[in-house]
């Protein structure tokens, strides 16, 4: 069973406090989702569209009322705030309506993974309706070629690889004729397990199409360094197992 509290306040469209506090904590970051950011009181930080529409998601669904936490994995961050997926009384996945309504993206991580395949259909089917922050540009999908220009962002982009290679147990996956300015996945060798056991063999991946999500760094061109499976995304079908995604064989 889960632990249950009341909904006092809601900070932003993730994040909420409770009374009476759980395992001596009174505010909850719902894991599994991001949503558009508020500035909360730091200094020249713009709000991120439909920021405060989010906010208002979030009050409408728990303020004022009883939710069940249920934790799937790390229990909580370094701010002391508990990561838990929310229930209301009625039986409600919190996390669920709001990707659903597209006022938040999924955004999991290595040590809490938890219904994550659940968790991006619901975005799914916010995206494809173009709900909510898909029907803005500043949540748009980007593409290999223009990513670039999202250094320091959490971006989803999707592309089709051009070249894998394994440096040192490192899989380094580029999109583009240049390494040294186009766009590249890298995998450290200590998280490989990870996709072997959720059967993602990375080295065939040369020619698919995928879809990655994650913060963009500058490093030989902008970078995705991803720390699990969940966050990436095989978006074609390899139907004769050679790899190159298009079922022909050649």
């Keep these: 069973m889960g632990e249950t509290s009341h909904v006092i306040e809601v900070i932003d469209g993730d994040t909420i406090v409770l009374d009476p506090a759980i395992r001596g904590a009174s505010e909850v970051r719902l894991v599994g989702i991001q949503a558009p950011k508020l500035p909360l009181g730091r200094k020249g930080f713009e709000p991120w569209p439909l920021s405060d529409e989010s906010k208002a998601a979030l009050t409408a669904l728990v303020l004022g009322k009883d939710v069940t936490l249920f934790y799937g994995g790390r229990k909580k961050d370094r701010h002391g705030r508990l990561l838990a997926h929310l229930r209301t009384s009625d039986g409600e996945w919190v996390q669920g309506r709001m990707l659903h309504a597209g006022m938040a993206r999924v955004y999991s991580f290595a040590d809490n993974r938890a219904e994550v395949a659940a968790l991006l259909d619901h975005e799914r089917t916010a995206r494809d309706a ?97 720390t699990h499976p969940e966050r990436l995304e095989i978006l074609d079908t390899d139907v004769d197992g050679d790899g190159d995604g298009d079922g022909d064989g050649s």
């Excluded at 996709?195 to 995705?224: E, Q, Y």
């Design 130 to 226: 173009n709900e909510g922050i898909w029907a803005h540009p500043y949540y748009a999908i980007r593409n290999p070629e223009t990513v670039s220009a999202f250094i320091g962002r959490y971006e989803l982009i999707e592309g089709i690889s051009t070249a894998i290679a394994e440096v040192k147990g490192r899989i380094y996956m580029n999109f583009g004729e240049d390494w040294r300015k186009d766009f590249t996945i890298t995998v450290e060798k200590k998280v490989r397990k990870m996709f072997d056991k959720a059967g993602i063999d990375l080295l065939s991946l040369s020619g698919r199409k995928i879809r990655v999500r994650g913060w963009v760094k500058s490093f030989n061109g902008p970078l995705i360094n991803l």
